[in-house]
């Protein structure tokens, strides 16, 4: 892939990290592969899923870089969310469903949008539903975030690493819920769901193009953490770290507390 | 007495909590006697809580159980809490009932162990060789058996898991005594999955007192769902739930 010179390279096992020097940077160079990966993957095929967490207020420069972008043919592409809370129908502004309409969908208009109902009850039948329709779609690509608790979509630790299950109910840990909180959408912790429906990590990492886009200071602390961690289920998204081709992008802010020895230690493994 | 039966459930609900320990110590003695016909030893599944006490007390006053021929194993830990330390419950089920039954063998879990993977492995393998034969346990608040609160995992052929706690169940946990505040009480646990727990060719499950009136109700009365998670007794024909007069108070009378 080209990135702008500014852009520092490291690598974090099998995974390369990214670091722009700034949120839009970081927006405009993923939205950038993601493009690539796009049209590759539609030389092949007539048409192609993706999972996109566009929902998530970490995603919005790359969301609306994508947007802007004249050489995606959005009317090939289906589009999955990554998670939604349980409870919460469609109609509802807080909803994961609602706000993917409003930040991409509307702008966009792709082939197809599967939400989540996260109000289908019971649920057991909505997660043999969505299963079904990732199972048919198959999505090629995975652009998502990662959470304070160091989840991915809503899989908290511990983590389900083995599951081949495709969509599963989670609970959400208090990290979680009070971050939450802090996104202003819910009036009180306690009003803040206890639940979500998410892809599980293996749905998550299954499709060819694997992009975690983290921005910001408030996810500087679990950079740093995940950076340290070993391949644990207690911090999940280190499992990228065992994900070829998977990239993790950075900014400035999210990168502040990532130290010289961690960018050195990891180039030191991967050989380079 | 009285007996029902929810789906392939049998249920008692015994005059009091006294009573309920002692049937539940009656059924546990001819199992193990059963099971000891045919095998030289055997390995039961224990669990701990005041919803235990009665049938503890039942088993210590009896003395046609042999115990040197039971190696005990348990549902569940905190992780991050070691065994000697008198907040887990290797140390309470060793106090309460293991020091003066004296079975051959007590295999715990070592929930301070890290990484935490390593004691998942290490448990998962002795609960697959030992194959226990019975297994007794509580159900909490959150309708969870052994950890394994909302959303529970049915289908996972794993036999241990580290699991998170529900707020429920840590306030179940605080009022149990043992930690000082909620802030106290661990976020994670090392747990039986259902499977795990539910294999044995014998489960006996006891649920007496008046708080646990509410999740019972549901457990029994509403859909079989991984948001209640003791409702899956119902697929289970080799469970056995036992009630007081206080937790099957607001059961909806059946013919």
């Not at chain 1, 081949?164 to 819920?177: E, G, P, S």
């Not at chain 1, 950076?227 to 990239?247: E, H, Y």
């Not at chain 2, 079975?103 to 697959?128: C, M, Q, T, W």
Request: glycine content about 6%; proline content about 6%; overall charge negative.
């Amino acid at each position: 892939m080209r990135t702008s010179v500014n852009m520092q390279h490291f690598k974090y096992g099998n995974c390369d990290v990214v670091v722009a020097p700034t949120n839009e940077a970081l927006g405009a160079a993923a939205a950038e592969q993601f493009a690539g990966a796009v049209n590759k993957a539609l030389g092949t095929r007539e048409e192609i899923a993706v999972v996109l967490a566009a929902q998530a207020a970490s995603q919005a420069t790359f969301i609306q870089a994508i947007i802007e972008r004249s050489d995606i043919n959005w009317s090939r592409i289906t589009v999955f969310p990554v998670d939604e809370y349980l409870g919460i129908g469609g109609n509802n502004p807080v909803s994961g469903q609602w706000r993917t309409h409003e930040n991409l969908i509307r702008h966009v208009k792709p082939k197809a949008f599967h939400p989540m109902r996260g109000d289908n009850e019971p649920v057991e039948e909505e997660l043999r539903r969505y299963t079904e329709l990732l199972r048919e779609a198959k999505p090629s690509i995975c652009v998502m975030g990662i959470g304070e608790s160091g989840h991915l979509a809503f899989n908290d630790p511990p983590a389900d690493f083995e599951t081949h299950d495709l969509v599963r109910v989670v609970a959400l840990n208090d990290t979680t819920r009070n971050q939450i909180l802090r996104s202003g959408r819910f009036p009180s912790f306690d009003a803040v769901p206890k639940f979500g429906i998410s892809l599980t990590m293996h749905a998550l990492l299954l499709p060819e193009t694997v992009m975690i886009l983290v921005p910001e200071r408030s996810k500087a602390e679990i950079i740093h953490t995940i950076l340290d961690s070993p391949v644990s289920i207690m911090c999940p998204a280190s499992i990228i770290q065992t994900r070829k081709d998977a990239r993790l992008y950075l900014d400035e802010d999210s990168a502040s507390l990532v130290t010289n020895r961690q960018r050195e230690a990891e180039l030191a493994t991967s050989g380079e | 007495m009285d007996t029902r039966k929810y789906d392939e459930l049998d249920v008692l609900i015994a005059h009091s909590n006294d009573a309920l320990g002692k049937a539940a110590a009656d059924d546990f003695a001819s199992a193990v006697k059963t099971a000891l016909e045919s095998q030289a030893d055997i390995a039961v599944i224990l669990a701990l809580g005041s919803s235990q006490l009665t049938f503890f007390h039942s088993l210590l006053s009896r003395d046609d159980i042999e115990w040197s021929r039971i190696t005990v194993l348990h549902v569940d830990t905190y992780v991050g809490i070691s065994e000697d330390d008198p907040a887990s419950g290797s140390w309470r089920l060793k106090n309460q009932l293991l020091d003066h039954v004296k079975p051959k063998k007590f295999l715990g879990l070592h929930g301070d162990h890290e990484p935490v993977e390593e004691e998942i492995a290490r448990y998962s393998r002795i609960v697959n060789d030992h194959q226990p034969v019975i297994c007794v346990m509580g159900m909490g608040e959150s309708g969870h058996l052994a950890f394994n609160d909302p959303p529970a995992d049915f289908e996972t052929e794993d036999a241990v898991r580290a699991v998170a706690l529900s707020e429920v169940t840590r306030r179940q946990i605080v009022n149990g005594g043992v930690f000082g505040s909620i802030d106290d009480v661990p976020f994670y646990g090392l747990t039986l999955t259902i499977k795990a727990l539910l294999r044995p060719k014998t489960v006996l499950v006891l649920v007496p007192e008046p708080q646990k009136a509410q999740i019972v109700k549901r457990v029994l009365e509403e859909p079989v769902s991984i948001m209640r998670p003791g409702s899956i007794l119902r697929h289970y024909s080799n469970a056995r739930l036992y009630l007081d007069p206080d937790s099957s108070a607001l059961l909806e009378p059946t013919s």
